[in-house]
């Protein structure tokens, strides 16, 4: 069923903003299948879908997003979906209709055991993760997760089993100069060549380490500047990402900015703000490696596989920061093997589709 699935859900193109098709096609699967369907709007993009299955024992969340990037140049696969041996090609191959093909089939699998042989599910697919996440958003505010004791993401992980993520913030610097007559740069302040050596010594700033997800990072994204036609600039602006681990937050952020500003004996003024976003900044999470969900993963996918997962912690951000931090519940991320995510050509092993819906049948009915 997941190897249908992931061709089907590949064939159907949904890059941000244009996830209406497929949420369609979600709803209409669930609903063929008997299993009462909910979908939640989420304004200028496709619906979030949300399904239940009532059972015994905790209530667990799985999740998924439907959309994707749009094609980039350099495809000499078909980004609608082709084979070749245990390679499936295709645009969101894996990130992430690999993962919501395993999920989803598992889902349906699930439906078809009495309720005292399963856990209270929740299948989700969301719009928006690789914008702006407005999807799990509207999911999170919608209170419709209100009492989930745990959330299962399938992002592409490699089977490795993902315990938290850096969280990130973006950045935007204005540096304020003197205008002057090109001739005499002397006399002005150029804004430009100010930005240009701060960006170039963010690199000197101490980051703080976390145990599990390491150090931050600085990357400028952006600079821009311009003269008014034979003068110094006296404006330039730069787009700046930090990503962050547990004890630093914006006001950190911003007091170490100003403070290399300081530092370097910059001659023009600054200003230090939060680039305007439709949701909310996405923080970083970790959930304890001991815990009884970790353990009762270990288990399974010993008694499944012969051991135990490799432990891994994500570099950047996604979905699962939310689930972590707004909605407050522990967040496993836990997804199929493939490469060349965001680029030309991507794809994700067949084999490792079916492995990881085999172990999300298991690892739930092993809740019970």
Same mark, same amino acid.
């Given at each position: 069923?997941?190897?249908?699935?992931?061709?089907?859900?590949?064939?159907?193109?949904?890059?941000?903003?244009?996830?209406?098709?497929?949420?369609?096609?979600?709803?209409?699967?669930?609903?063929?299948?008997?299993?009462?369907?909910?979908?939640?709007?989420?304004?200028?993009?496709?619906?979030?879908?949300?399904?239940?299955?009532?059972?015994?024992?905790?209530?667990?969340?799985?999740?998924?997003?439907?959309?994707?990037?749009?094609?980039?140049?350099?495809?000499?696969?078909?980004?609608?979906?082709?084979?070749? $041996?245990?390679?499936?090609? %295709?645009?969101?191959?894996?990130?992430?209709? #690999? &993962?919501? !093909?395993?999920? *989803?089939?598992?889902?349906?699998?699930?439906?078809?055991?009495?309720?005292?042989?399963?856990?209270?599910?929740?299948?989700?697919?969301?719009?928006?993760?690789?914008?702006?996440?407005?999807?799990?958003?509207?999911?999170?505010?919608?209170?419709?997760?209100?009492?989930?004791?745990?959330?299962?993401?399938?992002?592409?992980?490699?089977?490795?089993?993902?315990?938290?993520?850096?969280?990130?913030?973006?950045?935007?610097?204005?540096?304020?100069?003197?205008?002057?007559?090109?001739?005499?740069?002397?006399?002005?302040?150029?804004?430009?060549?100010?930005?240009?050596?701060?960006?170039?010594?963010?690199?000197?700033?101490?980051?703080?380490?976390? $145990?599990?997800?390491?150090? %931050?990072?600085?990357?400028?994204?952006?600079? #821009? &500047?311009? !003269?008014?036609? *034979?003068?110094?600039?006296?404006?330039?602006?730069?787009?700046?990402?930090?990503?962050?681990?547990?004890?630093?937050?914006?006001?950190?952020?911003?007091?170490?900015?100003?403070?290399?500003?300081?530092?370097?004996?910059?001659?023009?003024?600054?200003?230090?703000?939060?680039?305007?976003?439709?949701?909310?900044?996405?923080?970083?999470?970790?959930?304890?490696?001991?815990?009884?969900?970790?353990?009762?993963?270990?288990?399974?996918?010993?008694?499944?596989?012969?051991?135990?997962?490799?432990?891994?912690?994500?570099?950047?951000?996604?979905?699962?920061?939310?689930?972590?931090?707004?909605?407050?519940?522990?967040?496993?991320?836990?997804?199929?093997?493939?490469?060349?995510?965001?680029?030309?050509?991507?794809?994700?092993?067949?084999?490792?589709?079916?492995?990881?819906?085999?172990?999300?049948?298991?690892?739930?009915?092993?809740?019970?």
């Amino acid at each position: 069923m997941e190897v249908k699935l992931l061709k089907e859900l590949v064939s159907i193109e949904s890059p941000t903003g244009s996830e209406g098709e497929i949420s369609a096609f979600i709803q209409d699967l669930l609903v063929g299948e008997g299993i009462p369907v909910e979908t939640l709007p989420v304004e200028g993009f496709g619906d979030d879908i949300i399904a239940r299955l009532p059972g015994r024992g905790p209530t667990v969340v799985l999740n998924g997003h439907m959309d994707t990037v749009r094609a980039s140049e350099g495809w000499n696969r078909d980004p609608l979906g082709e084979f070749e $041996g245990d390679r499936f090609y %295709g645009l969101g191959s894996a990130d992430m209709k #690999g &993962g919501l !093909a395993a999920i *989803l089939g598992a889902f349906i699998e699930l439906s078809r055991f009495p309720l005292e042989k399963r856990p209270n599910v929740i299948f989700t697919a969301v719009s928006d993760e690789e914008g702006y996440s407005r999807g799990a958003w509207e999911l999170i505010q919608s209170g419709k997760l209100e009492g989930t004791d745990l959330v299962l993401v399938a992002e592409p992980t490699g089977e490795s089993l993902m315990l938290g993520a850096r969280g990130r913030l973006v950045v935007m610097v204005r540096a304020i100069g003197k205008r002057a007559h090109a001739a005499r740069p002397y006399l002005g302040v150029n804004a430009i060549e100010e930005l240009g050596a701060f960006v170039g010594s963010l690199g000197r700033i101490r980051l703080r380490k976390h $145990g599990q997800l390491g150090r %931050g990072s600085y990357c400028t994204l952006h600079i #821009g &500047g311009s !003269a008014d036609g *034979l003068s110094v600039p006296d404006e330039a602006m730069a787009i700046i990402d930090r990503h962050i681990v547990p004890g630093e937050d914006w006001e950190k952020v911003r007091g170490e900015l100003l403070a290399l500003w300081e530092k370097l004996g910059l001659r023009g003024n600054v200003e230090i703000s939060r680039f305007e976003r439709p949701t909310p900044e996405m923080l970083p999470y970790t959930v304890r490696r001991n815990s009884h969900f970790v353990n009762l993963f270990r288990s399974v996918h010993r008694a499944l596989f012969g051991g135990d997962p490799e432990i891994t912690y994500g570099r950047s951000v996604g979905d699962f920061n939310y689930f972590g931090t707004y909605l407050g519940r522990p967040t496993l991320v836990y997804g199929p093997i493939g490469g060349n995510w965001h680029s030309a050509d991507e794809w994700v092993s067949v084999s490792s589709v079916k492995r990881v819906k085999k172990f999300y049948l298991s690892y739930l009915r092993a809740m019970i």
